[in-house]
């Protein structure tokens, strides 16, 4: 698949009710991190939080859908509001489609932001695919939207800039 032209782009992005996020390397830079007691460390950027609570105060639901498993990531996603959180996906697309039943949503309904091969799947078959431009390029390729800034540095934000104008919401 090839990049979208923005009216194509927004097209997709007109009809997101939902937006799922990987964690590693799309929420941060995708760094393992751990002191000294074994203990995961994580860095979230703060302007990708302000995004997120930007897409949530247009009534866009979040959901993190990550295949590792972190108290970081549930102390964030409180810290944010983010109320679907799941951890430890063997399956990120039966993940997201049981989500997605449970909400009554469709898959031209769901953004995701992956950045490997776990999140292939979902990217395929969701109706906004993002990702971030360090990701290998199998996923570059299923990609509609790739950030202009890496994972953990503002990835978040620029899609959730890009979805609320695409849906008439990034001005108010």
């Not at 994972?151 to 609320?164: D, N, W």
Request: glycine letters at 10%.
């Amino acid at each position: 698949m090839s990049l979208l032209s923005p009216e194509a782009l927004a097209a997709r992005a007109r009809p997101i009710r939902i937006a799922a996020f990987d964690v590693d390397g799309i929420m941060t830079d995708g760094s393992l991190t751990f002191d000294s007691t074994g203990r995961e460390l994580k860095t979230f950027h703060v302007r990708d939080g302000l995004g997120l609570k930007l897409l949530q105060n247009a009534g866009i639901i979040l959901a993190i859908v990550t295949g590792r498993s972190s108290s970081i990531v549930d102390v964030r996603a409180r810290e944010l509001g983010i109320r679907h959180v799941i951890q430890g996906s063997a399956d990120k697309l039966v993940s997201c489609q049981t989500l997605l039943e449970q909400l009554g949503l469709d898959w031209t309904q769901c953004a995701y932001m992956g950045d490997d091969l776990p999140d292939l799947p979902v990217l395929e078959k969701c109706g906004l695919a993002l990702t971030v431009p360090e990701a290998p390029v199998l996923i570059r390729n299923q990609a509609h939207w790739i950030s202009p800034v890496g994972g953990g540095k503002g990835a978040v934000r620029c899609a959730a800039e890009m979805m609320l104008d695409a849906q008439g919401k990034w001005q108010s």
